[in-house]
């Protein structure tokens, strides 16, 4: 985003509305720090400029970028798809994507007001490429950006970007969760930003969660939720191998 200032009358209403402080006073109009600013959209929305002065401008790959993976109501060009992950962690019982004796893991990075950079989602998936985890989710928007999967090399262009978060999603057998929650653990002491780790599995018969045992023997404390989704009128997964 940019700030018009032939327009700005330094007002200062617009700096608590951003989510990653780009926003800053200057000694005449308000402007935005551009390698900062994730491209959300939020200032021009809801920040109320009473002379309209924040416009768009032209965008080139990387801000077209920023803008896909912070404003949640622009779609990917490589996914056509809104949001930074896919349904499968969402909808797992119109996709079927998690089979039983499997589960699906994510590594949310970045949240409003700390944003994250993808030098540190590579920090992730190099990490867990190290143990043979080398297989994203083929519809999260992260998978175009890979330079390698099998070394979890993102492409340099795209390292020092700033989006509002990215999420590193992947599909695993249980016996190998402790493996690759181990190294999460081990590598989230090399990150500048703040992340959420998620599992998803289907329930025992017992209605119990093995992935949520693991978890606690690892050290974890997980918060455990369900999630009831329509599914957009599609029949549930049939249950398979």
């Not at 020092?160 to 590598?187: C, H, Q």
């Amino acid at each position: 985003m940019k700030i018009d200032e032939s327009k700005c009358i330094l007002c200062n209403q617009c700096i608590p509305y951003c989510p990653v402080e780009a926003i800053k006073e200057g000694e005449e109009t308000c402007y935005i720090v551009e390698d900062e600013c994730v491209e959300c959209g939020i200032c021009e929305k809801h920040a109320g400029c009473p002379v309209d002065a924040f416009y768009e401008g032209e965008m080139d790959e990387l801000r077209k970028l920023r803008k896909a993976f912070s404003n949640p109501l622009v779609p990917h060009e490589s996914t056509a798809v809104l949001g930074r992950g896919t349904e499968e962690m969402k909808t797992n019982e119109v996709t079927g994507r998690f089979k039983k004796g499997h589960v699906g893991i994510a590594v949310e990075l970045g949240r409003p007001g700390i944003a994250t950079r993808f030098y540190d989602v590579e920090k992730v998936t190099k990490k867990l490429a190290s143990i043979g985890i080398n297989k994203l989710e083929p519809c999260n928007p992260l998978k175009p950006l890979m330079k390698n999967e099998e070394t979890g090399e993102i492409q340099e262009k795209y390292l020092n970007e700033r989006v509002l978060s990215a999420i590193v999603e992947f599909d695993i057998d249980r016996e190998r969760v402790p493996e690759a929650l181990n190294a999460i653990k081990e590598v989230s002491k090399e990150l500048e930003t703040v992340f959420s780790l998620d599992l998803a599995g289907k329930l025992e018969n017992d209605n119990t969660l093995p992935a949520a045992e693991i978890a606690r023997d690892l050290g974890f404390d997980p918060s455990i939720n369900g999630k009831t989704n329509l599914g957009l009128g599609r029949p549930k997964a049939k249950e398979g191998k």
